[in-house]
Nanobody
Framework: VQLVESGGGLVQPGGSLRLSCAAS????????MSWYRQAPGKQRELVAG????????NYADSMKGRFTISRDNAKNTVYLQMNSLKAEDTAVYYC?????????WGQGTQVTVSS
């Protein structure tokens, strides 16, 4: 099982980034997918989630209207489009896959929002 995040980096406040998470080793279309983040000294928090067939999404309140989660089951990939980035969005962003008792995590990708 592998979840490989990409797309992180340094961006100025107000900028945008698109994160990707490529999945392999399991039946991607059966899993609910989520993005979490963890800032230094803080607990890991949910950013956004999307159901296995993509019909349902949910977002943390502070991300609503700025972030968009999507998935392409044909490519076994989940995305996180992040717009209007703020300094407080700086964190390591993790991809998560859940189905029944299965719970997989990626290694994370660093997002730094700074001028």
């Amino acid at each position: 099982v592998q979840l490989v995040e990409s797309g992180g980096g340094l961006v100025q406040p107000g900028g945008s980034l698109r994160l990707s998470c490529a999945a392999s080793g399991f039946t991607f279309s059966s899993y609910d997918m989520s993005w979490y983040r963890q800032a230094p000294g803080k607990q890991r928090e949910l950013v956004a989630g999307i159901s296995s067939v993509g019909g349902s999404t949910n977002y943390a309140d502070s991300m609503k209207g700025r972030f968009t989660i999507s998935r392409d089951n044909a490519k076994n990939t989940v995305y996180l489009q992040m717009n209007s980035l703020k300094a407080e969005d700086t964190a390591v962003y993790y991809c998560n896959a859940k189905h029944r008792w299965y719970d997989f995590w990626g290694q994370g990708t660093q997002v730094t929002v700074s001028s």
